[in-house]
């Protein structure tokens, strides 16, 4: 069975960082494609960043523009942990974040439905 259990949300300062952490059990994430998304209330999940692997290696990282240049993706392997560093955090970041992994090969990383697991979520508040 997989399970991906995401930690390390909270409530956050504008300007300040939180990093995220999503477990996995069952499931290897470097062996296809991982991410990350975020919801709000009333709107769809947005993609936020992307890993995709190859013969076991990061292939490529790919990240929304919203959050180019001050969030980050990685991942440790050898824990099989999924990580979102955040930095210059907005108000406008609030939202429950979730992580995802992929089964197979695919491309299309920035889609969500493109996933096959999903974690719980961990809810990020950033004030003004």
């Known amino acids: 069975q997989v399970q991906l259990v995401e930690s390390g949300g909270g409530l956050v300062q504008a300007g300040g960082s939180l990093r995220l952490s999503c477990a996995a059990s069952?499931?290897?994430?470097?062996?296809?494609?991982a991410g990350w998304f975020r919801q709000v209330p009333g709107k769809e999940r947005e993609f936020v960043a992307a890993i995709r692997w190859s013969a076991g290696s990061v292939y490529y990282i790919v990240y929304a523009d919203s959050v180019k240049g001050r969030f980050t993706i990685s991942s440790d392997n050898a824990e099989n942990t999924l990580y979102l560093r955040m930095n210059s955090l907005k108000p406008e970041d609030t939202a429950i974040y979730y992580c995802?992994?992929?089964?197979?090969?695919?491309?299309?990383?920035?889609?969500?439905?493109?996933?096959?697991?999903w974690g719980q979520g961990t809810r990020v508040t950033v004030s003004s």
């Open positions: 069952g499931y290897t994430f470097s062996r296809n494609a």
């Open positions: 995802a992994g992929r089964k197979s090969s695919t491309t299309d990383v920035m889609r969500a439905s493109a996933y096959d697991y």
